[in-house]
């Protein structure tokens, strides 16, 4: 079992930036591959990137969005530049044992509560 809490999230204007971070416990994150997720009112929840070994973004994001890991820290980060309106939605972290790469949100056995991001226009 890993427990996952994410954080960083807030209120901010559009061309500006945050870091979302998600901390782990209860489990050696280093074995898990960890994803970010976003789902904004009336909208499924949708890919944003993941990291195992290597890293894989959701087009709408690359270029502006990078996600890294401190296993030392037990975290992984979501730096968000250039932010967009569109960028608005709650963010959500997930993990899943194993180092193999997943964009899609059924194959993460676990999941943080989520934090709000809005980006003002």
């Known amino acids: 079992q890993v427990q996952l809490v994410e954080s960083g999230g807030g209120l901010v204007q559009a061309g500006g930036s945050l870091r979302l971070s998600c901390t782990a416990s209860?489990?050696?994150?280093?074995?898990?591959?960890v994803g970010w997720f976003r789902q904004a009112p009336g909208n499924e929840r949708e890919f944003v990137a993941a990291i195992s070994w290597s890293t894989i973004y959701a087009d709408s994001v690359r270029g502006r969005f990078t996600i890294s890991r401190d296993n030392a820290r037990n975290t992984v980060y979501l730096q968000m530049n250039s932010l967009k309106p569109e960028d608005t939605a709650v963010y959500y972290c997930?993990?899943?044992?194993?180092?193999?790469?997943?964009?899609?949100?059924?194959?993460?056995?676990?999941w943080g509560q989520g934090t709000q991001v809005t980006v003002s226009s």
């Open positions: 209860g489990r050696t994150f280093s074995d898990y591959a």
């Open positions: 997930a993990a899943d044992i194993g180092m193999r790469l997943r964009s899609n949100a059924y194959e993460y056995d676990y």
